[in-house]
């Protein structure tokens, strides 16, 4: 079992980006073939978009806040301050919460199953192995933060930060176009919901 594991962690850190995409692609393919769920009522279709357009703007600002800590430097530094001091794989968290509202704004119930099995299943895989090479590298530094840390749900209450923070901002300006996945998602599943009412989809 020990051996799967570490086998699956290995494949996952080595295809990450490769995997997320598939990810992705299958749900605007689930998406354009099923299309949204149908005979909501009105009030009901706009509380979920809002709902939906909140999470995402969470997200966006969040990863945001989040990449300006790392900056490329994640590994090589151990990063403790503002967001990753609340919680270790912020990360992670705010793109949780953008896949919840770019599952809600489907209003696909299959889309939520693949949006689930991806967090539930992937992402653990993926936070074991990036956590294995932190410890690798920082050693006693990294038990420490990982002790008093939560994993995935925030504890507001060990915030602080420092008053200056240097970035970098070639990658800063990188990881910012990234970012602009989500709200981007977002607006096509609209225009795609829209397609299926007028039946273009």
């Not at 299309?35 to 009105?42: D, H, L, R, T, Y």
């Not at 900056?71 to 990753?84: A, D, M």
């Not at 299943?121 to 530094?141: D, Q, S």
């Amino acid at each position: 079992m020990m051996v799967y594991m570490g086998f699956m962690e290995q494949i996952i850190q080595e295809y990450r980006i490769m995997i997320s995409r598939a990810f992705g692609a299958m749900i605007v393919l689930t998406y354009l073939i099923t299309g949204p769920a149908e005979n909501w009522n009105f009030i009901t279709d706009m509380t979920v978009d809002l709902v939906s357009f909140v999470l995402v703007l969470i997200a966006t600002f969040g990863r945001l806040w989040t990449l300006a800590y790392i900056s490329g430097n994640k590994t090589k530094n151990l990063i403790t301050e503002g967001p990753y001091s609340v919680v270790r794989n912020p990360l992670y968290l705010f793109s949780f919460i953008g896949a919840v509202g770019i599952g809600l704004v489907s209003k696909n119930i299959l889309i939520l199953a693949i949006i689930g099995v991806m967090f539930v299943v992937y992402y653990p895989f993926v936070i074991r192995a990036e956590e294995k090479n932190l410890l690798k590298t920082h050693g006693r530094a990294f038990e420490e933060y990982r002790a008093r840390t939560p994993m995935f749900i925030p504890r507001p209450s060990l915030y602080h930060d420092l008053p200056m923070y240097t970035i970098n901002t070639r990658l800063f300006r990188r990881s910012f176009f990234s970012v602009m996945w989500f709200p981007l998602v977002y607006l096509i599943l609209l225009i795609f919901e829209r397609f299926h009412e007028v039946n273009l989809l």
